[in-house]
């Protein structure tokens, strides 16, 4: 029954998990810059990990990752620093149109943009550019027809404007498919070692009573690597998917993450409620039960057994070891 149970709630949990690899650039620039807060900046991301950085008081293209500086060469760095200087102009350029596309003749303003690819696990593609306009969506490249679709009404003239021009369309449409996917592969390789690393989660299981006469339990997973993670509520054994509340999952400043999930549920009613953690660092799903012993602490770092106990009791239990890291807010 307990293989069975596993075999169960680790296929379930492991639908969740799946691994896609991506790379992001991220560029922002700001209508009133001031010492620490460049009129520009943009940075590269290879899945969760920062690798690259520009800004426009530096005015270099530089590494953030050890990898990427030991895999390439001054060139690399040169072309970079180029592109750099030309987005800096391109996104003066943009604010001042948008501001005045939008009646504004001061104030601080963002313009943002998001692009990218990514690899499925199953081996397909997809890619993403959008843009923003302080905060708000504004415009994005519609995969699929690989047109220009406008968020707003005062980005009806962008788009009409952006799709008549032909060949870029046909340029982002080639780069999506194969120019990114290749930097992405490429990267992939370089820093093949360093993004191997696993860091397993700690649980902790905290049960407290509310108001109204219910009892919020709360499970909260830190201290894992990489970002990707299920977690859900369960009681008895069945999961209790639809009432588990999920917040983001949110860096916790040393590399790792952390998330919380909370469940109400009234006393009265009585059962067994557990949290069921599957992480890509663990060889079997964590299983902490909340119970008599309560705020107990769990970690993967004994081998990731798949424990059963009230109070999260099991073979890789750790309360002395489990790290005080708060949930961000």
């Given at each position: 029954l307990c293989i069975l149970l596993y075999l169960v709630l680790g296929y379930s949990l492991g639908l969740l998990l799946y691994t896609t690899h991506s790379l992001r650039?991220?560029?922002?620039?700001?209508?009133?810059?001031?010492?620490?807060?460049?009129?520009?900046?943009?940075?590269?991301?290879?899945?969760?990990?920062?690798?690259?950085?520009?800004?426009?008081?530096?005015?270099?293209y530089k590494p953030r990752a050890q990898w990427i500086k030991d895999n390439v060469g001054a060139d690399y760095w040169e072309r970079g620093t180029k592109r750099g200087i030309a987005q800096v102009q391109a996104f003066g350029i943009g604010m001042r149109i948008l501001m005045e596309r939008y009646n504004q003749t001061g104030g601080f303003h963002t313009l943002q943009r998001r692009s990218g690819c990514e690899i499925r696990e199953d081996g397909s593609i997809g890619g993403s550019r959008q843009l923003a306009y302080d905060g708000d969506d504004f415009i994005s490249f519609d995969m699929n027809t690989y047109t220009w679709v406008a968020a707003v009404k005062e980005a009806e003239i962008t788009q009409r404007r952006w799709?008549?021009?032909?060949?870029?369309?046909?340029?982002?449409?080639?780069?999506?498919?194969?120019?990114?996917?290749?930097?992405?592969?490429?990267?992939?390789?370089?820093?093949?070692?360093?993004?191997?690393?696993?860091?397993?989660?700690?649980?902790?299981?905290?049960?407290?009573?509310?108001?109204?006469?219910?009892?919020?339990?709360?499970?909260?997973?830190?201290?894992?690597?990489?970002?990707?993670?299920?977690v859900t509520w369960m009681k008895n054994g069945e999961m209790r998917e639809q009432e588990t509340q999920r917040g983001d999952i949110l860096p916790s400043g040393d590399g790792t993450y952390q998330i919380q999930a909370t469940l109400e549920i009234d006393p009265k009613e009585g059962g067994r409620y557990s949290c069921l953690v599957d992480h890509n660092s663990l060889t079997k799903p964590l299983n902490v039960f909340w119970g008599e012993e309560r705020a107990e602490c769990l970690s993967g770092r004994g081998g990731g057994e798949y424990t059963e106990g009230r109070g999260g009791v099991g073979r890789n239990m750790v309360p002395g070891n489990c790290r005080k890291t708060p949930i961000s807010t």
């Open positions: 650039y991220f560029h922002t620039a700001v209508s009133d810059p001031e010492p620490g807060l460049p009129a520009y900046v943009s940075v590269g991301y290879l899945d969760d990990n920062l690798f690259v950085e520009c800004d426009s008081d530096s005015g270099r799709n008549e021009d032909t060949a870029d369309l046909q340029y982002r449409k080639q780069y999506t498919e194969k120019g990114c996917i290749e930097w992405l592969r490429k990267y992939q390789q370089y820093g093949k070692e360093a993004l191997q690393g696993r860091e397993p989660a700690a649980v902790e299981v905290l049960g407290k009573a509310t108001p109204d006469g219910l009892t919020r339990l709360s499970c909260r997973v830190y201290g894992f690597y990489p970002r990707d993670i299920a």
